[in-house]
């Protein structure tokens, strides 16, 4: 069964780097049939999209974070990686990865890890 | 870009149907047939329930359908059930590879 877990730090300063990592299990992350994104959630809001990345390493960023965000894959971990650069207070949220079906132009995820939660604060 | 449109929120009796909106424009909801829709129970992470407008994953109950007509996409939860009450989430692809989501509607069931 696969699982999906996020893990990195907590607590971020406001304008440093927000860096998680999503450990992939059960799965081979190198599957031609999937990518993996990043997605989150501000505490009491709605979802937000941040970026999917193929095994092959080709992205896909949301427009309005493009310029700070980079999400890269390490295979021979099975791990794909999320850095958010210069960050305020706005970017604390529960951070998601999360895995979809790559067939045409789907975007949906079908499978989620526990979510984290990472505060922007000095 | 513009998250899509959602009620905050929705409510109904067990046993009754409700239906939660999610409005977009041609970009994204009227302009492709990938609208989905994610179930999230209080501290847990969403659930995929719908995908490409009225497809359900494989274990999703039939109680659960999807329907768009122009820029707007609808999920319809028909025989309510306690365990229906959480929050709902759309989402759609946007063009260029982008994806937006709404901003979530709380399912009430009374």
């Not at chain 1, 990043?38 to 080709?58: A, D, F, M, V």
């Not at chain 1, 427009?63 to 604390?92: C, E, G, H, M």
């Not at chain 2, 929050?87 to 509607?105: E, K, M, Q, R």
Request: proline share 6%; with cysteine.
């Amino acid at each position: 069964q696969l699982q999906l877990q996020e893990s990195g730090p907590r607590l971020v300063k406001p304008s440093e780097t927000l860096s998680l990592i999503c450990s992939v299990s059960g799965g081979n992350i190198a599957s031609t049939n999937y990518y993996w994104g990043w997605i989150r959630q501000p505490p009491g809001k709605g979802l937000e999209w941040i970026g999917n990345i193929y095994y092959t390493g080709s992205t896909y960023y949301n427009p309005s974070l493009k310029s700070r965000v980079t999400i890269s894959v390490d295979t021979s971990k099975n791990q794909f990686s999320l850095k958010l650069s210069s960050v305020t207070a706005a970017d604390t949220a529960i951070y998601y990865c999360a895995r979809g079906p790559r067939l045409g132009i789907r975007r949906d995820f079908d499978s989620w890890g526990q979510g984290t939660l990472v505060t922007v604060s000095s | 870009q513009s998250a899509l449109t959602q009620p905050p929120s929705a409510s109904g009796s067990p046993g009754q149907s409700v239906t939660i909106s999610c409005t977009g424009t041609s970009n994204d909801v009227g302009g492709y047939n990938y609208v989905s829709w994610y179930q999230q129970h209080p501290g847990k992470a969403p659930k995929l329930m719908i995908y490409e407008v009225s497809k359900r994953p494989s274990g999703v109950p039939d109680r659960f359908s999807g329907s768009k007509s122009g820029n707007t996409a609808s999920l319809t939860v028909s025989g309510l059930r306690a365990e229906d009450e959480a929050d709902y989430h759309c989402s759609s692809y946007a063009g260029i590879n982008n994806l937006v989501f709404g901003g979530g509607t709380k399912l009430t069931v009374l």
